[in-house]
């Protein structure tokens, strides 16, 4: 039976850092392009260790850009962090988390009832206050009923899928996942849209490429500044690849898989020095949550030296790669090692395209903008970790201080394989200081045991207590969106379902409290 512990001692892990950067020239807003990899491991690009040095384009990206290394979502599963990107908010004020037990996460099954409050302000709603053309082309996540979709929410096109590629379904008991354009379904996944389980072969990721760099061309000819959110979901399993990448990586099916959108990545910045407009764009590349140890070793990505995966709130579930690109402003080859969160994506997008934050709503994320155009800036500031609405670590500086483990029984423990390591995880009984140096390409993990009566750990106790106080003082949980599910809101008759007959019954209504092993 899996229990949460609470710890009667904090684990400390440590972090040398330091921060790098210039300084930004005045002119017109530019365009903006976030790039979330779905389920990508920080050790995934060579640039940060992967032996198989299988990412040419997004190595070259971090050379002509910032690498940012102590970068991490806001939760270590897909959909909370999404909606976290989207709002600059944590995701237990967003509302995308779950009560039904404790520090479970919880994501948007097409069962889910919620999705994405109609009292968010998303980050394309924001900028239309400058005249932003947004599009999301790819994985949505945040909500599959009609009220939940992008085009609701301040996106002004979309390409893509509302939930995870997830199938095939035999429809009488559960519907194939919708693809749409816009406002409409133009087919399902494994119908339309094929995706081959066996040989791994899908032509989406192209599809994706071609959606985006299409939008790119069509706001550079109209001359109208642009919001592109490319969130292409290829390396969440089952994985997939098109033909021409298929059996071409060093490490199976998954590498084929970031071949391709490595490859992609590259077709999107030639396009913009193509159009001329690299200047004026702002790129940022990342993933929503650690890599899927779970589906290792043919269809799961490398955390790289950190501990656990996707769904932990240890490094290796929540710290992620991390580029930024914008030649002339942002200087080539700096390495950053500021802590930093998807959530300052939303607040950094808002200060580039010139928009100040929304009046009165508490905003987890921050400003970047001083960290990636200024050598010499740093800024102070805590990294919060949750599952649901339990706090379980924060990072302060060098530290970081574990309040919560995830725990099963010992005898459980010692009949888990290293593969599964990321969802079960002890309690530790030391204070544990990890000590990650850079050097070049060159990382070496030192994990060291101090006491938790040495002066350092109180010291840091005493620190990191305060910050954790405010933050609670001041913390207003928003309303859970993701507790209850019913068959009945399958994705059974999406819009545009009746143009293309593919409307299907839904069953009777019968809601019940979602279950989340997660």
């Known amino acids: ?40 491991g920080w050790g995934d690009l060579g640039v940060l260790g992967q032996p198989s040095k299988e990412t040419p384009n997004l190595d070259a990206m971090a050379t002509q850009g910032m690498l940012l290394t102590n970068f991490y979502t806001a939760n270590p599963l897909c959909s909370p962090s ?83 590629h997830f199938g095939p379904y035999n429809s009488s008991f559960r519907p194939n996942i919708p693809v749409y354009n816009n406002s409409e379904m133009i087919g399902r996944y494994y119908e339309e849209f094929k995706i081959d389980l066996r040989s791994g072969e899908s032509n989406l990721t192209q599809m994706y490429l071609m959606e985006g760099m299409d939008f790119i061309q069509r706001q550079t000819q109209a001359k109208q500044p642009f919001f592109l959110y490319w969130a292409p979901d ?12 298929l059996g071409k990586s060093q490490r199976g099916r998954y590498g084929d898989a970031v071949m391709e959108l490595d490859y992609s990545v590259g077709q999107i910045l030639s396009l913009l020095h193509g159009l001329g407009i690299e200047k004026n764009t702002f790129v940022f590349f990342t993933s929503d949550n650690g890599a899927a140890l779970i589906s290792s070793p043919h269809e799961g990505g ?4 950190f501990l656990c995966g996707k769904e932990t709130t240890y490094e290796g579930g929540m710290r992620e790669p991390a580029i930024a690109w914008w030649p002339g402003h942002i200087k080539e080859g700096t390495v950053s090692l ?46 919060f970790f949750y599952r649901g609405n339990e706090m379980m670590a924060v990072r302060l500086g060098q530290y970081k201080a ?31 200081v990890l000590s990650l140096m850079i050097t070049a390409a060159v990382m070496i993990c030192l994990i060291c045991a101090y006491s938790v009566l040495s002066k350092e750990y109180q010291d840091v106790l005493q620190s990191v207590s305060a910050v954790v106080q405010q933050h609670q003082k001041t913390l207003v949980p928003g309303m859970p969106q993701l507790n209850m599910c019913d068959l009945a809101v399958m994705n059974w008759a999406p819009p545009g379902c009746e143009k293309l007959r593919k409307c299907l019954e839904p069953p009777k209504s019968s809601p019940w409290k979602c279950d989340w092993p997660h």
Not at 302 to 305: K, L, M, R
Request: with cysteine; glycine share 6%; aromatic share 8%.
């Open 1 to 40: 039976m899996k229990v949460v512990c609470r710890t009667s001692f904090l684990l400390l892990s440590i972090t040398i850092c330091c921060s790098l950067t210039e300084k930004l020239s005045n002119g017109s807003s530019p365009n903006i392009i976030i790039m979330l990899m779905d389920d990508m």
């Open 82 to 164: 999404r909606a976290a990107l989207l709002t600059g908010r944590l995701p237990v004020r967003n509302g995308f988390y779950t009560t039904n037990a404790h520090a479970r996460n919880a994501y948007t099954p097409q069962e889910i009832v919620g999705g994405i409050s109609k009292d968010e302000i998303l980050l394309p709603e924001m900028l239309k206050k400058k005249g932003y053309v947004s599009k999301i082309v790819g994985k949505w996540h945040l909500g599959h009923r009609p009220q939940y979709l992008p085009l609701q929410h301040g996106f002004d096109e979309w390409f893509g899928s509302p939930n995870c």
């Open 234 to 245: 290829a390396t969440h399993a089952p994985v997939y690849a098109s033909k021409s990448f």
């Open 302 to 305: 490398s955390n790289g030296p």
């Open 338 to 383: 500021q802590p930093a969160n998807v959530m300052d994506l939303f607040t950094t997008s808002l200060a580039l395209a010139g928009i100040s934050p929304p009046d009165e709503r508490m905003l987890d994320g921050l400003d970047l903008t001083p960290v990636l155009l200024n050598v010499s800036h740093k800024l102070d500031r805590p990294i």
């Open 402 to 432: 574990h309040y919560w483990t995830w725990s099963n029984s010992w005898e459980e423990f010692h009949k888990v394989s290293a593969k599964t390591y990321g969802r079960n995880k002890v309690r530790r009984k030391s204070l544990i």
